[in-house]
């Protein structure tokens, strides 16, 4: 029970309270990029899910059987980033040979995600906190869940707001940093809830 | 030498990475909480930028086309790896201010950039010196938002307090002061009609990054590139297609113009 209580605390925290994007500031480009409609938010929402979960796994994996037993903790940037990017090429190859429609539906996303500092800021993140095993991945599901509710919340925005009358210097991405703005402002109100 | 001073004046002025081209948005708005760790950050970013362009262009004829960008990505998280280690030794202050931005340095778009557009073809001096301006720039400019909001939100500048406390608006020093700054400098940006990759409109792009192809890095272009190309590809047979359409209706036409002649 008391396992599950904290690995709930983690996904809360790492979801809502401490917001990749709006208090975190990883994974920006995609955030503003990718939100110009709601169903491309979705789709980037769900590939960075299932990438960061599963890298935050393979990560902390490696982390603790091979870099902290032989002393080599200081070589994590150069694993993590290289694992990273293996990784999302291998679920591209594997998606595409065997799941073709979830490959036809997330494959444009996943090469943008290699170089989203999301993930690595995730792997590095749980190594940092001492997490364990369990742990990281589910701070990674957290952490990603969190982009996720961003960036929908953010393109629902944007396409409601698109034949607002916006003052001219303001159209285009102006605007959407000031919607963001005011969102870290709304996400700052979780900050408190857990203490 | 004039070679040299024009990269530091394309760093600084002509393609400054943040204010111009809009790369390595993550760093730019967390560090700049005050002047001093905008300008850490910078100078940092710098650091590893300068010789990873060197080394890249030390090595551009021996690295093979096919895996240059990981290799570029080993080059560079080594590089960042070192910063970081002799951060720790020596400016422990600044190391915790910029916490785990330091090793995302590694993902900064303008470092991969960088290589990609400038070292990969260009000997080691003038990448050095495109190094140096391109940090140069970047550091300028996280150094002034880091200065309106540190202003602003605790009033004062590089710990020398300016405006009293009561005047504050302390929301510029916390997260959403920063998408707050980036937007009113965007917009100024848009009203001078100053070059900058957000004013040049909605390119009606429909690939998933945008399709802002010359700010790219990394391996997204090259899948998207791969569409492109298939999809130029399409439309030129399209064309072919319709093309040879009009010009068989056209024969159609003439022949039975000549039919009715003959009649």
Known sequence: ?195 | MKKCIDRIYNGIIRENPTFVLMLGMCPTLATTTSARNGLGMGLTTMAVLVFSNLIISLLRNIIPDRVRIPAYIVIVASLVTVVQLLLQAYMRSLNDALGIFIPLIVVNCIILGRAEAYAAKNGPLESAFDGIGMGLGFSLALMCIGMVRELLGSGSVFGYTIIPEEYNISIFTMAPGAFFVLAGLTALQNKLKLPSATNNGDNGSVLACGGDCMNCSGSACIANHAMIETRRLQAEEDALAAKQKELAARQEALSGKLDRKDE
């Not at chain 1, 996904?11 to 169903?39: E, M």
């Not at chain 1, 990674?140 to 916006?166: H, K, M, P």
């Open chain 1, 1 to 195: 029970m008391d396992t599950f209580k904290s690995l709930l605390l983690i996904i809360i925290s790492s979801a809502l309270v401490n917001n990749i994007i709006l208090s975190q500031f990883q994974g920006l480009c995609p955030f503003l990029g990718v939100s110009k409609k709601t169903d491309t938010a979705v789709g980037m929402g769900v590939a960075v899910i299932f990438v960061i979960t599963l890298s935050s796994f393979v990560t902390s994996l490696i982390y603790r059987f091979i870099l902290k037993p032989n002393g080599l903790d200081y070589l994590k940037t150069i694993a993590f980033i290289l694992i990273i990017a293996a990784l999302v090429q291998f679920v591209e190859m594997f998606l595409k040979k065997n799941i073709p429609t979830l490959y036809q539906a997330l494959g444009v996303f996943l090469p943008l995600i290699t170089t989203n500092c999301a993930v690595l800021g995730a792997a590095l993140t749980n190594v940092e906190s001492g997490y364990g095993i369990l742990q990281s991945v589910f701070n990674g599901l957290g952490t990603a869940v969190g982009f996720t509710i961003a960036i929908v919340l953010l393109s629902s925005i944007r396409e409601s707001i698109e034949d607002n009358d916006i003052p001219r210097n303001f159209k285009g991405s102006p605007i959407v940093l000031i919607t963001s703005g005011l969102m870290a402002i709304a996400f700052m109100g979780f900050s408190g809830m857990i203490s």
